[in-house]
């Protein structure tokens, strides 16, 4: 599956962690906040992470994210993605470490939003070149269905799912 296939199955209802695994890889490890996948082979992915999300105590996790870590920078076409989420925005890339702190990497962000989700596509950039001729190391993906929009404020703050759920009342 190609990344405009991949961001187009992502921001659709059907998109399921079952059809995530088929497309990435293998289930590795589960978590609480995420399953890690052992990428396919000869992929250009080096790390895989579906990221999870508990919308109502007792019900299954829903598929919010998917991380993706390239084995070699990749080349968007920015131009592409303009056209049809609009203008991305350049936003302070967080330390995985330490996620108070903000690193030296530079990320764009599109918001995307249809019937079914708001959420938003994330690259993170390899070298200083301007957002046309980036070449990019890891892409993220993050959708939160209609009963969470009334959290837009907390959404766009670009946090990981599981930072999100821990920050919104639960139901």
């Known amino acids: 599956m190609s990344l405009d296939e991949l961001i187009t199955a992502f921001f659709d209802k059907d998109f399921s962690f079952k059809k995530a695994i088929e497309s990435l890889g293998v289930s590795e490890q ?74 030296d990497t530079v990320m764009y962000r599109w918001t995307i939003k249809n019937d079914d989700f708001l959420g938003y596509l994330i690259l993170e950039g390899v070298d200083d070149a301007d957002l046309v001729s980036r070449r990019y190391r890891a892409l993220v993906l993050r959708r939160f269905p209609p009963e969470l929009w009334k959290y837009s404020a907390v959404i766009e703050m670009g946090l990981p799912p599981y930072m999100i759920q821990a920050a919104i009342p639960q139901t």
């Open 30 to 103: 589960e978590q609480e906040a995420f399953i890690t996948l052992t990428p396919k082979m000869n992929s250009n992915v080096a790390q895989a992470k579906l990221e999870k999300m508990i919308l109502r105590p007792g019900m299954p996790a829903f598929l919010a994210g998917i991380h993706l870590e390239f084995g070699k920078p990749v080349n968007v076409h920015v131009d592409d993605l303009t056209r049809r989420f609009g203008v991305g925005h350049e936003m302070p890339g967080l330390d995985p470490e330490d996620v108070e702190q903000v690193s």
